[in-house]
């Protein structure tokens, strides 16, 4: 059964590193996402992606991340430079249709540790 | 209360009850959907329902969608031990344009007593 994969499955850096976080979506998927989920709080949506730009935002996207598709599979978020608030769980998901008409699939995540 | 809130926040049951767990949102929707995540581990899709639909099943799970009382309910029948997880309920919401993204309620965590 296709999946999301995503990594690496944990990263630790250094407050003030540019990170990049690795995300494969579905094969036939046209629509990408990123979420974070902080531990224990909910999970936040960051930006979905189609066809090469950012659809839409919310206000935790920020001007230190940004997404890129970089080639026909791979999906990245890079945070430029990183911030202790900045540790979270990080997920990419995909989906066959927009304004989450269908079921986005979720990878299993890459969690961030900011030393 | 915010879009996609669940209760209760946790729920422990004996093996082999039911376990019902409601979400109340704000906001029209297009459709409700469920996740489980065990902990630490990434969201699994377990069932959709849209905004013109009443009522679903996937094997023992069932949901329910009340549109005009804006909520939710999924009840999973003859809980097992490994139904042991968080469960979230994510709405997905009109808006012009663009692929949307989920928004999150802060989860029920569901324990199955052996």
């Known amino acids: 059964e296709p999946e999301v994969t995503q990594t690496p499955s944990h990263q630790v850096t250094q407050m003030g590193q540019e990170v990049i976080l690795r995300c494969v979506p579905i094969s036939n998927h046209l629509y990408f996402y990123w979420y974070r989920q902080i531990l224990g709080q909910k999970v936040e949506f960051l930006v979905s992606f189609y066809n090469n730009e950012i659809s839409e935002k919310s206000e935790i996207f920020d001007d230190q991340f940004s997404v890129e598709r970089p080639d026909g599979s791979n999906f990245t978020l890079k945070i430029r430079s990183t911030k202790l608030e900045d540790s979270a769980m990080y997920f990419c998901a995909s989906s066959d249709y927009p304004r989450g008409y269908n079921e986005q699939f979720f990878g299993p995540g890459t969690r961030l540790t900011v030393l | 209360s915010q879009q996609g809130e669940e209760d209760p926040q946790a729920l422990s049951i004996q093996e082999g009850e039911n376990a019902t767990m409601n979400c109340s949102y704000k906001?029209?929707?297009?459709?409700l959907q469920w996740y489980r995540q065990n902990s630490g581990r990434g969201l699994v899709h377990l069932i959709l329902i849209r905004s013109n639909e009443r009522e679903k099943h996937s094997g023992r799970l069932r949901v329910t969608l009340d549109t005009s009382k804006k909520s939710s309910s999924l009840l999973i029948t003859a809980s097992r031990a490994a139904d042991t997880a968080s469960y979230f309920c994510a709405t997905a919401g009109y808006s012009g344009g663009g692929a949307d993204g989920l928004t999150f309620g802060k989860g029920t965590h569901l324990i199955i007593q052996p």
């Open positions: 906001t029209s929707i297009n459709n």
